[in-house]
């Protein structure tokens, strides 16, 4: 079975402070790993896809790094609109798959 | 533009009810998705499906069926309401493999 399991479950930071948050991943045959931002209230918007170890992704203050089990969510100088849950998710298998998430860190930069 | 819409974005019901939530989505994708996010915000799969095969979860009831009238759209039934079935739902859509755009959500009160 798919597990994604994300560190921490809540972070608090001060602006200009940056930070990493941990996705930990066990999947049988990786197709993608997938990165989301979800303010309250709203669907979760689309950030990043890696597909293999070693792959990056940049994106203003955020960039994502990914090895054979785990993806990393990198935040240089988060100003406080940057507060917001961060959810990983892998899909495998087939193309028509849904994502397993992760439950989310919970991000809050304080200015 | 409004790239995955859901209707309505708040239901309020009795249980034993039965009813419907509609998604539609104006990027040209074939692949669709909903998903329940229950209170604790965990996100969880409960259907995928494109023009040639539907993928359910294992764990969702046969209450729960989706319904795609044509390829812009996937919309869900609920019969016989439990209070369980209380949650946010989400749509979203895809090209077969790719990244996941989601709908603002339903919100779903069953008492």
């Known amino acids: 079975e798919d597990q994604v399991t994300q560190s921490p479950e809540a972070l608090r930071l001060q602006e200009g402070e940056s930070s990493s948050l941990n996705c930990s991943y066990t999947?049988?045959?990786?197709?993608?790993l997938f990165w989301y931002r979800q303010d309250p209230g709203k669907g979760p918007e689309f950030l990043f896809t890696l597909y293999s170890a070693g792959e990056e992704k940049e994106k203003e203050r955020l960039k994502a790094t990914i090895t054979k089990k785990e993806s990393f969510l990198h935040i240089t100088a988060p100003k406080p609109e940057d507060s917001a849950t961060y959810l990983c998710?892998?899909?495998?298998?087939?193309?028509?798959?849904?994502?397993?998430f992760g439950k989310g860190t919970h991000l809050i930069i304080q200015p | 533009d409004t790239a995955v819409s859901q209707t309505p974005k708040y239901l309020v019901t009795q249980m034993g009810n039965d009813k419907s939530i509609k998604c539609e989505q104006n990027?040209?994708?074939?692949?669709m998705y909903w998903y329940k996010q229950d209170s604790k915000k965990f996100l969880k799969i409960m259907f995928s499906?494109?023009?040639?095969?539907?993928?359910i979860n294992e764990t969702v009831p046969n209450r729960f069926s989706p319904k795609s009238p044509d390829k812009a759209h996937l919309n869900l039934h609920i019969n016989s309401l439990e209070l369980g079935d209380s949650a946010v739902y989400f749509c979203?859509?895809?090209?077969?493999?790719?990244?996941?755009?989601f709908g603002p959500g339903t919100r779903l009160t069953v008492t």
């Open positions: 979203a859509s895809s090209r077969l493999a790719g990244e996941q755009y």
């Open positions: 499906y494109n023009n040639k095969e539907l993928i």
């Open positions: 990027l040209g994708h074939d692949t």
């Open positions: 999947v049988s045959g990786l197709r993608g």
């Open positions: 998710a892998v899909q495998a298998g087939g193309g028509a798959d849904g994502l397993t």
